[in-house]
């Protein structure tokens, strides 16, 4: 928490600034609400959730006959905390059943962080002593088996990976084979993500599924959102919703931006929970996610 805390504080300081002014009032008047909004604009937290957030706490506040700032602040944070869903499932499915290891499909545009992602979640599934195996099925980037392979060394994984340019089909299907070969308890499955391309992509992705599925079940497919590209990487989501089964969201360089509010619009307009957060290019910089603690971390 206190590492999510101080990776978060450009974030904090988007809200931070409009709960300051909000905190030096003795009385609250109309020009608050204002300032939420902006603030929660700003934030990244899209119009409509704004909106609704900030109807349903004038609707709080009239009711309890809310007198200061500091009540304000507290009855934000139920707010925003209610904004994203906490009910939601968020847990990573990723162990094995019936003698084949739990499957892991990551997706996302390319930079997105899909192959740090793979490694980051690698590291913590190994660190809680489960057995993983890699599969390097971004075979068009030529780094990305290079940089998976160093992930590897570095947690312990085994890699499987393809001659550049391989089918990446093929490759995740031999990884999966390989995974049951070993028993393993999870495989991890990196895949490409050129948005240009986007109907090669839909095949690419869709065929890299139904191959996989000849093993047995993906129990996950992750997509990897970059959190700095803010409203537009919602956009790109939606692509790969069409051309995959999409499990879960994956929000990378939360570090990065001032404009953590996106977690909100995220799960709002695509519906799906976010899982995990990234925080750093560091090995531990992944935390999974909790509302509760992402708000209070954001409105410090
Ligand atoms: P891919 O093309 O989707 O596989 O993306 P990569 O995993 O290669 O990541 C692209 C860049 O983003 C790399 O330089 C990563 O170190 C960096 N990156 C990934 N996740 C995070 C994160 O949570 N925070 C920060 N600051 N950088 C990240």
Known sequence: LVRLRARLSRSQNVFGKGLLTLLSRDHLDEEVWEEIEDALIGADVGVD???????????RTAVLGTRTAVE?????????????DPGMDRSLRATPHDGTP?????????????TTTCGKIARVLVADGRTVLL??????????AEQLTTWGSRVGA???????GADPASVAFDAVRRGIELGVDTVLIDTAGRLQNKVGLMDELGKVKRVVEKHGPVD???LVLDATTGQNGLEQARVFMEAVDVTGVVLTKL?????????????RKLGLP??????????????????????DALIG
């Open 49 to 59: 959730a704004t909106r609704e957030i900030v109807d349903r706490l004038r609707e």
């Open 220 to 222: 996950e497919t992750l």
């Open 255 to 267: 570090d990065g931006t001032a404009k953590g509010g996106i977690v909100i619009a995220v799960q």
């Open 158 to 164: 085994e890699v499987v990976r393809g001659p550049e």
């Open 135 to 144: 599969g390097a099925a971004d075979t068009f980037r030529a780094a990305a």
């Open 72 to 84: 304000l602040r507290t009855l934000l944070a139920v707010e925003l905390v209610n904004a994203l």
């Open 274 to 295: 976010v899982k995990l957060v990234g925080l750093g290019e560091g090995p531990d910089d992944l935390a999974p996610f909790e509302p509760a603690q992402f708000v």
């Open 102 to 114: 739990g499957v892991v499909l990551v997706v996302g545009v390319n930079g997105a962080g899909k």
